[in-house]
């Protein structure tokens, strides 16, 4: 056993397993605080490390032309845990990586059980951690209790930002109607684990469709306290009844798109369709994709069965909707994810303001190969901004504009910039020198075809630069 000081991480979400992995990884012991099951949280059902609550997929698995498939691949070099479970709790999905989540979290929290060099230690961290605890990372998610909050505030003298997410319904796969919905994955396209018809299509007609949102827009929904109501939902996590009151057309463009979709009874695309796909390894379980909500759940029943192919569904989970708690980050932590008003504290995952599973886990990764190297007396540079995972860095600690405490007077729209959730996507990565005009036969590019090749060049790009940031020490190739 190692006689070094141990790394703390609290919370064993997403982030924090991967922060505690990356560590012990590089030869220095970790202690990761878990409050579950001391303490549960509104939307955590089990006392699971990693455990999902959202949806079941990591999202895109393609890496050449997809930036989140791009950070999968960055993460499987770096050494990843919440990859390497994911790669080994995989689910048909057409070009997603979905897992089953209950043995995915069991892959994690297994891992990080045996290791030797990682102590768990169940129970709530209430205010600030002890001051002999000199490394601290802190990944208590969107979740983080009041008093670490309070604590937290009170230090860096920000006011508190916040935003809903929202949870989508999971439905059990015997109550759905399959003379209705049909096996098939958009325009046919095969994934990781799947075989090309991993998703069922619950198709609508234009009347179907209206009825529905008119029945979105009407239905009884959660209502907030006085001091939530002003809260900002993330765009990238909007609740179904949310996108109807933008525009009666908002679902048809968004989750409910029908393009590459053919209704097996009429040979088209049907009007609007609403999609669900496999959420456990027994294929029981589907959820409904990107119907986050914020229904109240006898309203949820009602409307969703009026959907096509559901019309008696059993739903294993409803949807629900929790609030979500994020740091000016630009504005309070430094380049290595560590706290400018107290240096001991470094901060990972969607608390810095980052939005999805896998880009919490990244900076989980980040965060604790930062500590690592710190704990071993290492100068670990931050990885090249070509890369997702250097995008993403900067995008939270300096990439992003800075809310000032009045508006600049010379900025072309008066207006002050804000801070807000980002998912990793090719808009964060620096652009090419020189952008590719010609495909390899020598055919000038057009359109979505050259946007599909400057992709690939980048990404290309970023796995080239990531190569020399890895094999830096103490997390040279091999150890």
Same mark, same amino acid.
Request: glycine share 10%; with cysteine; proline share 7%.
């Given at each position: ?98 897992? +089953?989540?209950?043995? @995915? ?47 937290? /505030? ?59 949102? +008119?029945?979105?827009?009407?239905? +009884?929904? !959660? ?67 990107? @119907? ?20 008696? /569904?059993? @739903? ?35 608390? !810095? ?43 939270? !600690? ?20 804000? @801070? ?13 020198? +020189? ?45």
């Amino acid at each position: 056993m190692s006689t070094r000081e141990p790394i703390h991480v609290i919370g064993g979400g997403l982030a924090g397993s991967e922060a505690a992995w990356q560590i012990a990884r590089a030869g220095v012991p970790v202690v990761l605080h878990e409050m579950r099951p001391v303490r549960m949280t509104e939307a955590h059902k089990t006392e699971g490390l990693a455990e999902l609550v959202c949806s079941n997929s990591f999202r895109s698995d393609e890496w050449e032309t997809n930036a989140v498939g791009l950070l999968h691949e960055e993460m499987r070099r770096a050494g990843s845990l919440i990859l390497a479970s994911g790669d080994e709790t995989k689910l048909p999905a057409g070009g997603a990586l979905a897992v +089953d989540r209950d043995a @995915f979290s069991g892959k994690v929290t297994a891992a990080l059980s045996s290791h030797p060099l990682v102590t768990i230690a169940r129970g709530e961290i209430a205010g600030l951690p002890p001051e002999d605890w000199d490394s601290v990372i802190v990944a208590t998610g969107p979740l983080t209790s009041p008093a670490l909050s309070r604590a937290v /505030a009170g230090l860096t003298g920000e006011a508190e930002l916040a935003f809903f997410d929202a949870i989508a319904p999971v439905i059990h796969r015997d109550s759905i109607d399959t003379s209705v919905a049909w096996f098939q994955s958009r325009y046919d396209k095969a994934g990781p684990a799947g075989t090309g018809a991993d998703y069922l299509n619950c198709p609508m007609t234009k009347d179907q469709y209206e009825a529905f949102v +008119d029945a979105l827009l009407a239905g +009884d929904k !959660t209502s907030f306290k006085e001091w939530e109501a002003t809260t900002p939902y993330f765009d990238g996590c909007l609740p179904v009844e949310v996108m109807a009151e933008r525009g009666r057309e908002t679902l048809r463009f968004g989750p409910m798109k029908p393009v590459g979709l053919d209704d097996p009874r009429t040979g088209r695309w049907p009007y609007a369709v609403v999609q669900l796909r496999q959420d456990n390894a027994l294929a029981t379980l589907w959820n409904m994709v990107g @119907f986050q909500t914020k229904l109240k759940h006898a309203e949820q029943v009602r409307i969703f069965r009026m959907i096509p192919g559901l019309g008696n /569904a059993e @739903f294993a989970r409803l949807g629900g909707l929790h609030r979500n708690t994020y740091l000016n980050s630009p504005r309070v932590l430094d380049r290595a994810l560590r706290l400018k008003a107290m240096p001991r504290l470094r901060f990972a995952g969607q608390i !810095t303001g980052v939005e999805g599973y896998v880009e919490s886990a990244a900076i989980g990764l980040l965060a604790g190969r930062l500590a690592a190297a710190e704990r071993l007396g290492h100068t670990l540079a931050a990885p090249p901004p070509t890369t997702a995972l250097g995008a993403l860095l900067d995008h939270i !600690t300096g990439g992003h504009v800075l809310v000032d405490e009045e508006p600049d007077p010379t900025a072309s729209s008066g207006r002050r910039g804000s @801070f807000q959730p980002m998912n990793i996507n090719y808009g964060l990565l620096p652009p090419l020198d +020189d952008a590719p005009t010609q495909g390899p036969d020598g055919r000038r590019l057009k359109g979505k075809e050259r946007g599909t090749a400057k992709k690939r060049v980048m990404s290309r790009r970023a796995l080239a630069d990531l190569a020399p940031w890895l094999a830096a020490a103490p997390f040279a190739a091999g150890t």
